[in-house]
Every structure is written in C-alpha cells, then in structure tokens.
C-alpha cells in the first residue's frame, strides 16, 4: 500500500495523515514448492541483483510519479496547482459512531472518485491526501481549472445524493468545497505552502459552514478571490446572476475575502 505523508504547516492546526491509495497483488506460485536453490525460481530465491526496500520509506501518491503531483520538480521547490479541499459537515457528532464514521468515509471517498471521473478530473493522476473527517487534493497543471466549476460540482452533488439516499441520516454527507491555485511544495513529509494553507483557512469559514447549515443541499462551495477572478469569472458556471456571493473570511491569521457558491440550492441575495 502506497502512503502520503500529511501536510507540514508550523503553527497551523492540520495534522499529519495518512491515505492508503492502492493495493499491490501479490504474485503466489499455484503448483509445486518453492526452492531457494532453483535459479529459475525467482520469488524463493529472491533477485541478488535486486535490492531489498522492505525497510525503504512509504512514498506518497502523485508525490513520486512526474505529471501526478509535481515529483518532476527538484524537492522544495515552487510548483503551481489547483487545490481542492473537502470536509464533512459534522463528521464528529457523537451521534455519529465508528461504522457511521467508516460509512461516511467510504461514501465520500466514492463520490468524490466517481465525480472525478465524470468531470474529466484524472483522479489517479491528482496527490491527494487523507484528513480524517476530509480529503485535499493536488490536480497537475494540465487539468483545465474550470471544470473545477463548470463540470465537477454537479457531479459531486449527484454522487452525493445517490450515497445518501441509500444510507440513514447518521451515514449521510454534506461537504464543504474550498477551491484554491496556488505555488505548493513537496518535501520528504509531504506537501507545504501558503496556498495550501488559504485553502484550509477557506474550508473553515464561519459564513461558509452557516451556509450549508442553513441549506437543503448536500455541498457549499468556497473559491478564493484568485479563482473566482481567474476562473469561475471567464466559465459558464458564472452565468447566472447572483449565484456566487462575495463574503469576508477571518480564519487565525487569515483575513481575506472570498466567493460562497451553493451548486443544489442557489444561494440567498
């Protein structure tokens, strides 16, 4: 199983995580015992000439693989790109149990994949990493950003309605969505920058979180003044007057203004 190590922000709350993103089969001889001593049999007798990285460290997904997260670039380095970040709305309720915990996970895990999927997002080729009640994520720079916008967040509400309407109400999800661009850089921990921190920042807005509390939807979207600008602008997915709303942030030492967008419930003028 592949690992990405969490985000390292000094002085920030974002906790070192883990997201196990693959399976490795392992290849097992059907017929007849394995022998040491049989140079033709490769899985008793091991390749000397192969070195053991039993013990060699976990390397995060997208993190090693040029064109999935930015590896191509030497470590430490400035790279740019899209960041999205999910969380669940009240994914600690102590209503909530372990299996409805695990239930919500695996829903939301599904959801967003399948979404992807569907907006044309590479989901595999995209480093992401596991945040407990959340997931963010890294798109390489070849990914349009609009169909951030334009393609994903129907999709998304779609993928999460067909998981709630299947579940009871404590297995049910409603997400808050930050959309951020920006410079990140990986190290041997996994990935840091201001931009990441923004984006966080952004997913925890008060006004953000009243929103979805106060909506029948399942998401509520964030964009930072640099995306809506540099993207939602420019897309159709600003076609419609007033479906977009400008709010002020202060989040710690975040003070900054962004864009609130409600994809299955418009938001109130």
């Not at 059907?30 to 060699?56: L, V």
Request: proline fraction near 6%.
């Amino acid at each position: 199983m592949k690992e990405n190590k969490g985000v390292h922000m000094s002085g920030g709350r974002i906790e070192a995580g883990a997201l196990a993103v693959g399976d490795h089969a392992v290849a097992r001889h059907i017929g007849g015992a394995q022998d040491p001593d049989d140079p033709h049999d490769k899985d008793a007798r091991g390749d000397a000439n192969e070195p053991d990285r039993r013990d060699d460290p976990p390397q995060g997904d997208g993190a090693d693989k040029p064109g999935a997260g930015g590896s191509s670039a030497a470590p430490g380095s400035a790279v740019h790109r899209t960041i999205l970040v999910v969380d669940v709305e009240s994914f600690s309720d102590r209503r909530r149990t372990a299996p409805h915990q695990i239930a919500v996970r695996n829903g939301l895990y599904g959801a967003l994949h399948k979404a992807f999927d569907g907006a044309g997002i590479p989901w595999d080729e995209c480093y992401r990493e596991d945040r407990g009640d959340g997931v963010f994520l890294l798109a390489p720079p070849e990914v349009p950003k609009q169909l951030f916008v334009e393609a994903l967040p129907h999709r998304l509400v779609a993928a999460l309605r067909e998981h709630n309407e299947i579940h009871a109400d404590r297995s049910r999800i409603r997400l808050r969505m930050a959309l951020h661009a920006g410079e990140v850089r990986h190290d041997e921990q996994g990935v840091t920058g201001e931009a990441l921190i923004r984006a966080f920042r952004l997913v925890d807005a008060g006004s953000l979180k009243a929103e979805l509390a106060a909506s029948p939807g399942v998401l509520a979207m964030i964009m930072s003044s640099w995306f809506f600008d540099e993207v939602v602008r420019h897309s159709a997915a600003a076609t419609v007057p007033g479906d977009h709303r400008e709010i002020r942030v202060t989040v710690k030492e975040t003070d900054t203004t962004a864009w609130i967008h409600l994809p299955d419930h418009q938001a109130p003028q």
